[in-house]
Protein backbone atom coordinates (compact mmCIF):
# COMPACT_ATOMS: atom_id res chain seq x y z
CA UNK A 1 0.00 0.00 0.00
CA UNK A 2 1.55 3.57 -1.06
CA UNK A 3 0.85 5.77 2.08
CA UNK A 4 1.40 9.32 0.77
CA UNK A 5 3.43 10.93 3.70
CA UNK A 6 4.80 14.32 1.47
CA UNK A 7 4.18 17.35 3.24
CA UNK A 8 1.40 16.04 5.97
CA UNK A 9 1.70 17.30 9.44
CA UNK A 10 -0.16 17.48 12.54
CA UNK A 11 -2.87 19.27 11.24
CA UNK A 12 -3.76 17.99 8.07
CA UNK A 13 -7.08 16.53 7.49
CA UNK A 14 -7.44 12.62 7.84
CA UNK A 15 -10.06 11.09 5.91
CA UNK A 16 -10.92 7.32 6.40
CA UNK A 17 -13.72 6.07 4.81
CA UNK A 18 -16.30 8.73 4.49
CA UNK A 19 -15.07 10.35 7.61
CA UNK A 20 -12.75 13.27 8.15
CA UNK A 21 -10.48 14.50 11.23
CA UNK A 22 -10.01 18.23 11.30
CA UNK A 23 -6.88 17.55 12.29
CA UNK A 24 -4.43 14.26 13.36
CA UNK A 25 -4.56 14.54 16.75
CA UNK A 26 -7.19 12.30 19.26
CA UNK A 27 -7.64 12.17 22.69
CA UNK A 28 -7.15 8.58 23.02
CA UNK A 29 -9.79 6.35 25.34
CA UNK A 30 -9.53 6.69 29.03
CA UNK A 31 -11.75 4.78 31.46
CA UNK A 32 -13.30 7.68 34.12
CA UNK A 33 -14.66 5.05 36.53
CA UNK A 34 -17.83 7.42 36.92
CA UNK A 35 -20.66 5.83 35.29
CA UNK A 36 -23.71 4.39 36.81
CA UNK A 37 -24.87 1.01 35.52
CA UNK A 38 -23.11 1.76 32.53
CA UNK A 39 -24.56 5.07 32.02
CA UNK A 40 -22.46 7.85 31.25
CA UNK A 41 -23.38 11.26 32.58
CA UNK A 42 -22.74 15.23 32.86
CA UNK A 43 -19.04 14.01 34.02
CA UNK A 44 -18.36 12.10 30.46
CA UNK A 45 -20.30 15.18 28.79
CA UNK A 46 -17.79 17.75 30.52
CA UNK A 47 -14.62 15.53 30.17
CA UNK A 48 -14.77 14.77 26.65
CA UNK A 49 -16.49 17.95 25.71
CA UNK A 50 -14.10 20.04 26.81
CA UNK A 51 -11.48 18.43 24.35
CA UNK A 52 -13.84 18.73 21.67
CA UNK A 53 -13.69 22.53 22.52
CA UNK A 54 -10.05 21.96 23.08
CA UNK A 55 -9.86 21.23 18.95
CA UNK A 56 -9.09 17.20 19.07
CA UNK A 57 -10.05 15.70 15.44
CA UNK A 58 -11.13 12.96 17.25
CA UNK A 59 -12.36 12.19 20.98
CA UNK A 60 -12.38 8.40 21.84
CA UNK A 61 -15.28 7.12 24.59
CA UNK A 62 -13.71 5.49 27.63
CA UNK A 63 -13.46 1.37 27.54
CA UNK A 64 -16.82 0.74 26.98
CA UNK A 65 -17.74 -2.52 28.65
CA UNK A 66 -19.87 -4.70 26.19
CA UNK A 67 -21.40 -6.53 28.73
CA UNK A 68 -22.35 -6.47 32.87
CA UNK A 69 -18.77 -8.93 33.62
CA UNK A 70 -16.74 -6.85 30.94
CA UNK A 71 -16.34 -3.93 32.90
CA UNK A 72 -13.12 -3.30 35.01
CA UNK A 73 -14.86 -1.96 37.79
CA UNK A 74 -18.64 -1.47 38.81
CA UNK A 75 -18.14 2.12 37.83
CA UNK A 76 -17.49 1.72 33.89
CA UNK A 77 -18.98 2.95 31.06
CA UNK A 78 -21.23 0.44 29.23
CA UNK A 79 -23.42 -0.61 26.17
CA UNK A 80 -24.74 -3.78 26.80
CA UNK A 81 -28.28 -1.78 27.76
CA UNK A 82 -30.28 -0.13 25.21
CA UNK A 83 -30.41 2.53 27.73
CA UNK A 84 -27.06 3.58 28.35
CA UNK A 85 -27.84 4.57 23.97
CA UNK A 86 -29.05 7.99 24.90
CA UNK A 87 -26.55 9.52 27.38
CA UNK A 88 -24.10 8.50 25.29
CA UNK A 89 -26.00 10.00 21.98
CA UNK A 90 -25.75 13.41 23.98
CA UNK A 91 -22.47 13.34 24.37
CA UNK A 92 -21.90 12.40 20.61
CA UNK A 93 -24.02 15.10 19.32
CA UNK A 94 -21.95 17.62 21.84
CA UNK A 95 -18.83 16.42 20.20
CA UNK A 96 -20.05 17.05 16.96
CA UNK A 97 -21.03 20.25 17.30
CA UNK A 98 -17.74 21.30 18.01
CA UNK A 99 -16.03 19.36 15.14
CA UNK A 100 -14.57 16.21 16.93
CA UNK A 101 -15.15 12.92 15.19
CA UNK A 102 -16.89 10.58 17.87
CA UNK A 103 -15.79 7.67 18.27
CA UNK A 104 -15.76 4.87 21.09
CA UNK A 105 -13.68 2.37 22.54
CA UNK A 106 -15.67 -1.35 23.16
CA UNK A 107 -13.97 -3.72 25.40
CA UNK A 108 -14.34 -6.63 27.48
CA UNK A 109 -12.15 -6.77 30.92
CA UNK A 110 -11.63 -10.41 30.71
CA UNK A 111 -9.56 -11.71 34.03
CA UNK A 112 -8.93 -7.77 34.86
CA UNK A 113 -12.57 -7.34 35.79
CA UNK A 114 -13.83 -6.96 38.72
CA UNK A 115 -11.98 -4.02 40.55
CA UNK A 116 -12.33 -1.19 42.53
CA UNK A 117 -11.77 1.72 40.77
CA UNK A 118 -8.06 2.97 40.68
CA UNK A 119 -8.23 5.40 43.03
CA UNK A 120 -9.73 3.14 46.03
CA UNK A 121 -6.98 0.42 46.92
CA UNK A 122 -5.06 0.89 44.25
CA UNK A 123 -7.59 -1.24 41.87
CA UNK A 124 -7.66 -4.56 43.70
CA UNK A 125 -9.71 -7.33 42.91
CA UNK A 126 -13.19 -6.56 44.65
CA UNK A 127 -14.33 -10.15 46.45
CA UNK A 128 -18.05 -11.06 45.81
CA UNK A 129 -19.43 -9.44 48.68
CA UNK A 130 -17.90 -6.45 48.04
CA UNK A 131 -20.03 -5.76 44.63
CA UNK A 132 -17.47 -7.89 42.46
CA UNK A 133 -18.78 -10.85 40.24
CA UNK A 134 -17.14 -13.47 38.38
CA UNK A 135 -14.04 -13.12 35.83
CA UNK A 136 -13.19 -15.21 32.60
CA UNK A 137 -10.50 -15.57 31.00
CA UNK A 138 -8.51 -17.88 28.17
CA UNK A 139 -7.15 -19.54 31.12
CA UNK A 140 -7.54 -19.69 34.98
CA UNK A 141 -4.79 -17.53 35.05
CA UNK A 142 -4.10 -14.83 37.61
CA UNK A 143 -3.34 -11.44 36.77
CA UNK A 144 -1.15 -10.73 39.96
CA UNK A 145 -0.68 -10.04 43.34
CA UNK A 146 -3.59 -6.83 43.12
CA UNK A 147 -5.60 -8.16 40.56
CA UNK A 148 -5.73 -11.86 42.35
CA UNK A 149 -9.77 -13.03 41.56
CA UNK A 150 -9.05 -16.06 39.27
CA UNK A 151 -10.88 -15.83 36.24
CA UNK A 152 -12.62 -19.30 35.16
CA UNK A 153 -11.63 -20.29 32.05
CA UNK A 154 -13.82 -19.68 28.97
CA UNK A 155 -15.89 -22.33 27.11
CA UNK A 156 -16.59 -22.22 23.76
CA UNK A 157 -20.24 -21.33 24.36
CA UNK A 158 -18.89 -18.04 26.45
CA UNK A 159 -16.61 -16.98 23.79
CA UNK A 160 -19.61 -16.99 21.41
CA UNK A 161 -21.53 -14.67 24.35
CA UNK A 162 -18.66 -12.64 24.63
CA UNK A 163 -18.31 -12.40 20.69
CA UNK A 164 -22.45 -11.56 20.59
CA UNK A 165 -21.99 -8.79 22.84
CA UNK A 166 -19.28 -7.22 21.10
CA UNK A 167 -21.89 -7.47 18.16
CA UNK A 168 -24.71 -5.70 20.08
CA UNK A 169 -22.95 -3.02 21.49
CA UNK A 170 -21.38 -2.31 18.07
CA UNK A 171 -24.92 -1.62 17.22
CA UNK A 172 -25.49 0.47 20.13
CA UNK A 173 -22.70 2.57 19.06
CA UNK A 174 -23.62 2.89 16.00
CA UNK A 175 -27.34 3.95 17.25
CA UNK A 176 -25.72 6.31 19.65
CA UNK A 177 -23.96 8.24 16.93
CA UNK A 178 -20.49 7.01 17.00
CA UNK A 179 -18.40 7.69 14.02
CA UNK A 180 -15.26 5.95 14.82
CA UNK A 181 -14.95 2.47 16.34
CA UNK A 182 -12.25 0.58 18.17
CA UNK A 183 -12.28 -3.08 19.25
CA UNK A 184 -10.07 -2.86 22.32
CA UNK A 185 -7.32 -6.06 21.77
CA UNK A 186 -4.73 -4.51 24.31
CA UNK A 187 -3.86 -3.71 27.92
CA UNK A 188 -4.19 -7.39 29.29
CA UNK A 189 -8.07 -7.43 28.50
CA UNK A 190 -9.68 -10.33 27.50
CA UNK A 191 -8.93 -9.98 23.54
CA UNK A 192 -5.36 -9.21 24.61
CA UNK A 193 -5.16 -12.59 27.14
CA UNK A 194 -6.20 -14.84 24.51
CA UNK A 195 -3.60 -13.58 21.73
CA UNK A 196 -0.99 -13.50 24.52
CA UNK A 197 0.84 -16.92 25.58
CA UNK A 198 1.04 -15.84 29.02
CA UNK A 199 -2.93 -15.31 29.47
CA UNK A 200 -3.37 -18.47 27.26
CA UNK A 201 -2.77 -21.78 27.89
CA UNK A 202 -6.03 -23.28 25.89
CA UNK A 203 -5.05 -26.47 24.08
CA UNK A 204 -8.55 -26.23 21.65
CA UNK A 205 -8.90 -24.32 18.87
CA UNK A 206 -8.36 -20.97 20.75
CA UNK A 207 -4.97 -22.17 22.79
CA UNK A 208 -1.66 -23.09 21.55
CA UNK A 209 -0.31 -21.63 17.76
CA UNK A 210 -0.43 -18.22 16.57
CA UNK A 211 -2.99 -19.76 14.44
CA UNK A 212 -4.89 -20.46 16.93
CA UNK A 213 -4.35 -17.41 19.80
CA UNK A 214 -5.52 -14.48 17.49
CA UNK A 215 -8.74 -16.20 16.68
CA UNK A 216 -10.83 -14.98 19.08
CA UNK A 217 -9.31 -11.71 18.11
CA UNK A 218 -10.14 -12.18 14.29
CA UNK A 219 -13.58 -13.94 14.74
CA UNK A 220 -14.57 -10.79 17.07
CA UNK A 221 -13.52 -8.32 14.66
CA UNK A 222 -15.47 -9.70 11.78
CA UNK A 223 -18.66 -10.27 13.68
CA UNK A 224 -18.48 -6.57 14.53
CA UNK A 225 -17.47 -5.55 10.74
CA UNK A 226 -20.44 -6.90 9.61
CA UNK A 227 -23.02 -4.61 11.00
CA UNK A 228 -20.55 -1.69 11.56
CA UNK A 229 -21.12 0.28 8.08
CA UNK A 230 -18.26 -0.10 5.78
CA UNK A 231 -18.60 3.99 5.21
CA UNK A 232 -17.23 4.33 8.82
CA UNK A 233 -13.92 3.65 10.50
CA UNK A 234 -13.36 0.72 11.95
CA UNK A 235 -9.89 0.19 14.21
CA UNK A 236 -8.67 -1.82 16.36
CA UNK A 237 -6.02 -1.25 19.71
CA UNK A 238 -3.00 -3.99 20.10
CA UNK A 239 -0.37 -4.24 22.64
CA UNK A 240 2.54 -4.53 20.08
CA UNK A 241 4.48 -6.67 22.25
CA UNK A 242 4.00 -8.04 26.18
CA UNK A 243 7.81 -6.89 26.97
CA UNK A 244 8.27 -10.12 28.32
CA UNK A 245 10.31 -13.42 27.37
CA UNK A 246 8.23 -15.81 25.80
CA UNK A 247 5.25 -13.33 25.56
CA UNK A 248 3.70 -11.57 22.69
CA UNK A 249 6.17 -9.89 19.71
CA UNK A 250 5.92 -7.11 16.93
CA UNK A 251 6.82 -9.87 14.86
CA UNK A 252 3.23 -11.03 15.77
CA UNK A 253 1.71 -7.83 15.95
CA UNK A 254 2.85 -7.15 12.15
CA UNK A 255 1.19 -10.62 10.77
CA UNK A 256 -1.98 -9.49 13.03
CA UNK A 257 -2.39 -6.43 11.81
CA UNK A 258 -2.44 -7.80 8.33
CA UNK A 259 -4.74 -10.26 9.68
CA UNK A 260 -7.25 -7.33 10.81
CA UNK A 261 -6.54 -5.29 7.72
CA UNK A 262 -8.04 -8.79 6.08
CA UNK A 263 -10.94 -8.50 8.06
CA UNK A 264 -11.88 -4.89 6.97
CA UNK A 265 -9.93 -3.11 9.93
CA UNK A 266 -8.82 0.20 8.65
CA UNK A 267 -6.17 1.41 11.23
CA UNK A 268 -4.44 -0.45 14.00
CA UNK A 269 -3.69 1.74 17.32
CA UNK A 270 -0.26 0.46 18.26
CA UNK A 271 0.31 0.25 22.45
CA UNK A 272 1.67 -2.21 24.23
CA UNK A 273 2.10 -4.12 27.53
CA UNK A 274 -0.23 -4.38 30.49
CA UNK A 275 -1.13 -8.44 30.61
CA UNK A 276 2.21 -8.81 33.36
CA UNK A 277 2.32 -6.59 36.34
CA UNK A 278 5.38 -5.07 37.32
CA UNK A 279 7.56 -5.53 33.96
CA UNK A 280 11.31 -2.71 34.90
CA UNK A 281 12.30 -3.37 31.58
CA UNK A 282 9.36 -1.30 29.48
CA UNK A 283 11.56 2.16 28.20
CA UNK A 284 8.88 4.60 29.29
CA UNK A 285 9.85 7.71 27.15
CA UNK A 286 9.23 10.32 24.92
CA UNK A 287 7.54 8.53 21.75
CA UNK A 288 8.56 4.75 23.31
CA UNK A 289 5.94 3.06 21.45
CA UNK A 290 6.46 5.37 17.74
CA UNK A 291 8.68 2.57 16.46
CA UNK A 292 5.47 -0.19 16.57
CA UNK A 293 3.02 1.92 14.61
CA UNK A 294 5.75 3.24 12.30
CA UNK A 295 7.10 -0.52 11.31
CA UNK A 296 3.48 -1.88 11.28
CA UNK A 297 2.18 0.55 9.18
CA UNK A 298 5.56 -0.20 6.57
CA UNK A 299 5.21 -4.44 6.30
CA UNK A 300 1.15 -4.37 6.99
CA UNK A 301 0.19 -1.34 4.85
CA UNK A 302 -2.30 -0.37 7.06
CA UNK A 303 -2.98 3.07 8.95
CA UNK A 304 -1.80 3.46 12.44
CA UNK A 305 -2.16 5.31 15.11
CA UNK A 306 0.09 6.10 17.75
CA UNK A 307 0.19 6.12 21.75
CA UNK A 308 2.52 7.34 24.87
CA UNK A 309 4.62 9.97 26.11
CA UNK A 310 3.51 12.71 23.33
CA UNK A 311 3.19 16.17 25.18
CA UNK A 312 4.80 18.28 22.79
CA UNK A 313 3.45 19.99 19.46
CA UNK A 314 6.91 19.54 17.71
CA UNK A 315 7.16 15.87 19.18
CA UNK A 316 3.67 15.46 17.39
CA UNK A 317 4.15 17.43 14.40
CA UNK A 318 7.01 15.43 13.81
CA UNK A 319 5.76 11.52 14.15
CA UNK A 320 3.18 13.11 11.18
CA UNK A 321 6.00 14.77 9.12
CA UNK A 322 8.19 12.07 9.37
CA UNK A 323 5.66 9.27 7.91
CA UNK A 324 5.61 7.59 11.60
CA UNK A 325 2.00 7.37 12.23
CA UNK A 326 -1.05 8.57 10.98
CA UNK A 327 -2.81 9.59 13.61
CA UNK A 328 -1.36 11.00 17.35
CA UNK A 329 -3.00 10.01 20.40
CA UNK A 330 -2.64 11.76 23.60
CA UNK A 331 -3.88 10.76 27.01
CA UNK A 332 -2.52 12.45 30.35
CA UNK A 333 -1.15 15.67 28.41
CA UNK A 334 -5.25 15.97 27.22
CA UNK A 335 -6.02 15.78 30.97
CA UNK A 336 -3.63 18.13 32.02
CA UNK A 337 -4.86 20.76 29.20
CA UNK A 338 -7.89 19.76 27.08
CA UNK A 339 -7.15 22.95 25.11
CA UNK A 340 -3.67 21.13 23.51
CA UNK A 341 -4.75 20.72 19.91
CA UNK A 342 -5.22 24.99 20.21
CA UNK A 343 -1.90 25.40 21.46
CA UNK A 344 -0.34 23.15 19.42
CA UNK A 345 -1.70 25.04 16.53
CA UNK A 346 -0.40 28.02 17.68
CA UNK A 347 3.30 26.61 18.23
CA UNK A 348 3.38 24.79 14.99
CA UNK A 349 1.49 27.87 13.15
CA UNK A 350 -1.92 26.37 11.93
CA UNK A 351 -3.45 28.72 13.39
CA UNK A 352 -5.72 29.29 10.74
CA UNK A 353 -6.79 26.03 9.94
CA UNK A 354 -7.70 25.49 13.62
CA UNK A 355 -9.14 28.72 15.40
CA UNK A 356 -10.39 29.00 18.79
CA UNK A 357 -14.11 28.70 18.85
CA UNK A 358 -16.28 31.39 18.28
CA UNK A 359 -17.54 31.91 21.75
CA UNK A 360 -13.49 32.60 22.99
CA UNK A 361 -12.18 34.38 19.63
CA UNK A 362 -12.67 37.71 20.01
CA UNK A 363 -10.89 37.43 23.84
CA UNK A 364 -7.42 35.22 22.78
CA UNK A 365 -5.90 34.56 19.59
C1 LIG B 1 -6.87 7.90 33.32
C2 LIG B 1 -6.50 6.94 32.22
C3 LIG B 1 -7.44 6.02 31.76
C4 LIG B 1 -7.13 5.15 30.69
N1 LIG B 1 -8.10 4.34 30.18
C5 LIG B 1 -7.86 3.66 29.03
C6 LIG B 1 -8.91 3.02 28.32
O1 LIG B 1 -10.09 3.12 28.68
N2 LIG B 1 -8.59 2.31 27.21
C7 LIG B 1 -7.29 2.25 26.74
O2 LIG B 1 -7.05 1.58 25.73
N3 LIG B 1 -6.29 2.89 27.37
C8 LIG B 1 -6.55 3.61 28.47
N4 LIG B 1 -5.56 4.34 29.05
C9 LIG B 1 -4.25 4.40 28.37
C10 LIG B 1 -4.19 5.62 27.46
O3 LIG B 1 -5.20 5.58 26.47
C11 LIG B 1 -2.81 5.77 26.79
O4 LIG B 1 -2.61 4.66 25.94
C12 LIG B 1 -1.68 5.84 27.80
O5 LIG B 1 -2.03 6.68 28.90
C13 LIG B 1 -0.40 6.38 27.18
O6 LIG B 1 -0.61 7.67 26.63
P1 LIG B 1 -0.13 9.02 27.39
O7 LIG B 1 1.34 8.90 27.63
O8 LIG B 1 -0.49 10.13 26.42
O9 LIG B 1 -0.89 9.13 28.67
C14 LIG B 1 -5.84 5.18 30.12
C15 LIG B 1 -4.89 6.07 30.63
C16 LIG B 1 -5.20 6.96 31.64
C17 LIG B 1 -4.17 7.94 32.12
Known sequence: MNIPTKSLHLFSPLTVKSVTLRNRIGVSPMCQYSATDGMMNDWHLVHLGARAVGGAGLVIVEATGVEPRA??????????DDRQIEPLARINRFLKQHGAVPGIQLAHAGRKASTAPPWQDGGRSLADAEGGWESVGPSAVVFGAEISRAPREMTVEDIHVAQAAFRAATVRALNSGCEWLELHAAHGYLLHEFYSPLSNK???????????????VIETARTMRQVW??????????????WVDGGWTLEESVELAKRLKAEGVDLIDCSSG????????????ASFQVPFAERIRRE??????TVGYITNAMQADAI????????VLL?????????WPLEAARI??????????????????
Open 71 to 80: RISPADAGLW
Open 300 to 305: AGILTA
Open 274 to 285: FNAPDISTIPFG
Open 202 to 216: RSDNYGGSFENRIRF
Open 229 to 242: PDRLPFTTRISCTD
Open 320 to 327: IRNGQADL
Open 348 to 365: VRQRKVLPPPVQYSRAIE
Open 331 to 339: AREMLRNPY
